[in-house]
């Protein structure tokens, strides 16, 4: 009797374990992330007071551009509702108020967008990103 009470209460301790261990699905962090496009530049590398414009296929962005001390800053532009794998027309200008307004820079070109899943697999959200540097040389250039 006293050994199948144990065998019992080790079954019993046993499948709650492992039931707790189905239970909790994946190990899903918080992070978010939006379908979109990054480019980063250094400041440096553009006039100051320049006003940097970013489009992807129509979404456009635009800001002045940071301190020439500044190492790195960054355009993003979202693509709300985007939700598979494609190429996404990316243009990058810099224009230079100073020269009246004229573009002292411009890049174009297509970008894969790829899957990210920051929290892993079988974790929300997912989002479709395209990761693009620009390089006053080189143009646009993916990033990863």
Not at 30 to 37: I, K, N, P, Q, T
Not at 93 to 121: C, H, I, K, M, Q
Request: hydrophobic share 40%; net charge negative; aromatic share 6%.
């Amino acid at each position: 009797m006293v050994r199948t009470s144990v065998r019992l209460a080790f079954a019993v301790a046993l499948l709650s374990l492992t039931g707790c261990q189905a239970w909790q699905g994946p190990n899903c962090t918080d992070m978010g992330a939006e379908s979109g496009v990054t480019v980063p530049w250094r400041p440096a590398d553009f006039p100051a007071g320049a006003r940097l414009r970013l489009c992807a296929d129509e979404e456009c962005r635009e800001r002045a551009a940071a301190s020439a001390e500044d190492s790195l800053a960054l355009l993003d532009v979202p693509l709300p509702g985007e939700d598979g794998e494609r190429e996404v027309a990316l243009r990058f200008s810099a224009v230079d108020p100073a020269g009246g307004g004229r573009v002292v820079r411009e890049f174009s070109g297509r970008f894969a967008l790829r899957r990210v899943t920051p929290n892993g697999e079988g974790c929300e959200p997912t989002a479709w990103r395209a990761d693009v540097r620009a390089d006053p040389r080189a143009g646009l250039v993916p990033e990863g």
